[in-house]
Each structure stands twice: as C-alpha cells, then as structure tokens.
DNA sequence: ACCATACTAGGGTCTGAAAC
DNA sequence: GTTTCAGACCCTAGTATGGT
C-alpha cells in the first residue's frame, strides 16, 4: 500500500464546495498507481476551535477526535476497467488491555467482524487478480476431515506452481451434503484442464476438476467470482467445525493488492463522504452503491 | 516426498464517535 | 448502555522455499 503525506487529488476538485476546496489546499497527485488511500492527519486543536457550527455534519465529530488524536483515512482500490471501491472512516486509539484470544466477552462479534474482513479481503484478492474462471477440485470419496483436504490443496497447488511457475488461485471450501470437502478457486484467465486434473489426481487419486468461466462481461465475471465465493466463505464453517484462528479461506501470496495512499489536511466544512465519492468517479468513472453509517465512516464502490 | 525454516498475512481483539 | 463500522496491534496459521 502505497501513502502519499498531506496530498489529495486536485483533479476531482471540481464538483467540491469551497470548503472542500480549502481542505484540499497543498494537495499533490499521487504518482501512477491505479489507486490510492487518503490517510489525513490529525485535526489541529487550533482548527478544531475554528470550526463549530460550521461546515455541516462533519463539523462536530472532527472537533471531538482531536481530542483523542484521532486520524482519518479513504481507502481507494481502483480494479481498472471502471470498477474501483472507496471506504472512509476514522482511525481508533490504540487498545489496553486485550481478552485472550477466543475468551472475549465480544466473541460472536468479534467473529462476525472478521468474516466480514474476510470477504473484503476476499474481494480485494479476487478483483486485484483479475480472477475471472472458477475451479472446482472434488473428490470421489467422502473426505470430510478438512485438515486432509486443505493438505490436499496444498500439495496440488504444489505441483501446479510446479508446471505454471505464474499459476494463482483463491480457494474456499465447500462442504457438500454428505459431508465431504471440496474446493472452489478463483484463477485467472483459460486453465489447461488436462494438467490441472492430472495434478489433482496425483493428489487425491480419484478426484474430478471442472473449470467454468461465469457468464457474463469479465467485469461482471469478477463480480459473480467475489459473490460466489464469498457466499461459501460464510457457509463453509457454519456448523461450528471451524477452529480457533483457521483462515477462512486461502490464496497465493504473490497477489498484488492496488491500493494507494494520499493525505489530507482536515478543515472546518470538509465533507469526507464527497471528496471520497468524487475520487470513486475520477477512479472508475461512476458510483454504483453507497453505505455509510455517518458522515466520516463509509464506503461505495463503482458496481451496484 | 518430506522436513525445517523464514516470512506473510489472516484472525482475534479492542477502540473510536454518533445516534438511539 | 447498545449499535455500527474499519483500523491498529499482536498472535499464529499458512505459504514459500531450500535442503535432504
């Protein structure tokens, strides 16, 4: 993740207020990435004075998290081909005093929490990838002891690193009905299905692949990808067979996630929610879907 | 194929503010 | 007091790689 000090993109100025404008003063582009993150500093106490009552609903939370030494941040992921996604929201203090792992009084939320980070990350990966073709690896038999078939997956992505050095993958598994695991996986772009299926049956034994691409554009394809995935995601451990810490799912390291970085001054009257919004569109030329939970927390993306 | 090791990145936890 | 979210920190599962 690239960040850029005290900068903003003076491109998107356009549609701001004055405020915004002056909040955006000694902003500088960021260099040539395909997205950026705006990490703003910490709101001076001076300016916090400045600023009641004006500038609208922003105002009053911008003064309260200069006390504490807040900072605010907008995440950009830009994806290319019109697709990008922003979120914006405050940074917390740091904690005291944690519960030990899985004896948190907060524990389903905690839990919830991460599978929502999950499928985000998820989403990054899938999108950043450029993953538009899903794998499926079964078996025969009725494997339902997970740890064999995640060593499964292993070993096979093993072999298959072996023969296509840039091969990637993000996998979820999936339990069927009787039981047994089986793998899905985003790669990218046509598979040769005839060495894929010979790896996984060096693997497994009697094991079956298919490979299908979804219908659709490839932007829509990614999309379908990130769904698809992510519904198993939050399925595959819903009956409680998940351990403490297991990763939901698993994906090649060598996958670049886009993000940027740029920073910006906060000023009385700024509006996160617009600069953020107005970057989206300079990024991927639309918003398709907004949520937000106040003025200064908040994400959209270019899809609906 | 297996093992050991270094390193990465996902998971668990707590925090912040505003509205209710 | 509760609810909502993402970010930060820390721990550890998992990945990648090299050696046998």
């Not at 990008?84 to 940074?91: C, D, L, N, Q, T």
């Amino acid at each position: 993740m690239n960040q850029h000090p005290l900068g903003f993109n003076p491109a998107a100025g356009a549609a701001l207020t004055n405020d915004d404008r002056d909040a955006r003063l000694g902003a500088r582009r960021g260099g040539g990435r395909e997205g950026s993150e705006v990490a703003t500093a910490p709101v001076q106490a001076a300016q916090a004075g400045e600023s009641g009552g004006g500038g609208g609903a922003a105002a009053p939370r911008l003064e309260k998290r200069t006390y504490s030494n807040a900072r605010y941040r907008i995440t950009l992921r830009n994806y290319g081909k019109n697709m990008a996604e922003i979120g914006w929201s405050f940074v917390g203090e740091v904690p005291a005093n944690k519960a030990a792992r899985g004896e948190s009084s907060e524990r389903s939320k905690n839990e919830d929490r991460a599978v929502r980070r999950a499928k985000s990350r998820l989403r990054h990966l899938i999108l950043s990838a450029n993953a538009n073709h899903l794998l499926t690896l079964t078996y025969r038999e009725n494997v339902t002891d997970f740890k064999r078939a995640a060593d499964d997956l292993n070993r096979f992505v093993r072999k298959v690193k072996v023969s296509l050095p840039d091969w990637i993958y993000i996998a979820v598994a999936e339990q069927q009905a009787r039981g047994a695991w089986h793998w899905h996986l985003a790669v990218r772009g046509r598979q040769d299905v005839d060495l894929l299926r010979a790896h996984w049956r060096e693997v497994v034994g009697d094991g079956n692949i298919d490979v299908s691409a979804p219908k659709g554009s490839r932007k829509d394809q990614r999309l379908f990808l990130v769904r698809y995935l992510g519904k198993y995601l939050v399925k595959a451990f819903a009956t409680g067979q998940r351990s403490l810490n297991a990763h939901r799912f698993r994906a090649s390291r060598s996958i670049p996630v886009c993000a940027e970085s740029v920073s910006i001054v906060p000023q009385p009257g700024m509006n996160l929610e617009d600069i953020s919004l107005d970057q989206l569109r300079e990024a991927a030329g639309s918003v398709g879907f907004v949520w937000k939970n106040d003025s200064l927390c908040g994400w959209a993306c270019s899809w609906k």
